[in-house]
């Protein structure tokens, strides 16, 4: 059976996209983020894992006809600890929601999915391109769409996946 493909681009300033079974694009939402408690924390935001929830409910697919496919993140060695800490965490939360509905999650890394679309070592805004290519009509205007076109075009890779 061929599912509903979810993308992720699991950061702060990331997204999600849904893909029919046939490719089109159904809804790509920013990553719902919210403020990270209070004093002085080096963290300042978190994914919104309910709001997360909400938006995985509210495209009005059966869960079991879906697949997630997510980026496949690693922090850098120069990295700082709270980067990376708060890189860790969005990608805690998005598996921990995709586990608790039950939504089959795949990862890919970044070279797989960027080499598919002929993407390796071109500037981040590039995928911006190709993702308006394929999709002319999704909300990409902005510079700052760059993590929805990377949702998008992880979730095409995956539907294109055996």
């Not at 002929?118 to 500037?123: A, F, G, N, S, V």
């Amino acid at each position: 059976m061929v599912k509903y493909v979810l993308g992720v681009d699991p950061g702060l300033g990331g997204a999600l996209a849904f893909l029919h079974p046939g490719g089109e694009l159904v809804r790509v939402f920013d990553m719902p983020v919210m403020p990270n408690g209070k004093g002085k924390a080096k963290i300042k935001n978190q994914v919104n894992a309910a709001a997360l929830l909400q938006m995985i409910h509210s495209v009005g697919i059966p869960l079991i006809e879906m697949v997630a496919w997510m980026e496949m993140v690693s922090s850098m060695p120069k990295d700082a600890q709270s980067i990376a800490f708060s890189l860790g965490d969005s990608v805690g939360s998005v598996r921990g929601v995709l586990a608790a509905v039950g939504i089959p999650l795949t990862l890919v890394r970044a070279m797989e999915w960027k080499r598919h679309f002929d993407l390796l070592k071109l500037d981040k805004d590039f995928a911006r391109t190709k993702a308006q290519q394929l999709y002319p009509t999704a909300p990409l205007e902005l510079k700052k769409h760059g993590g929805r076109a990377d949702a998008i075009l992880i979730a095409r890779y995956g539907s294109v996946q055996p």
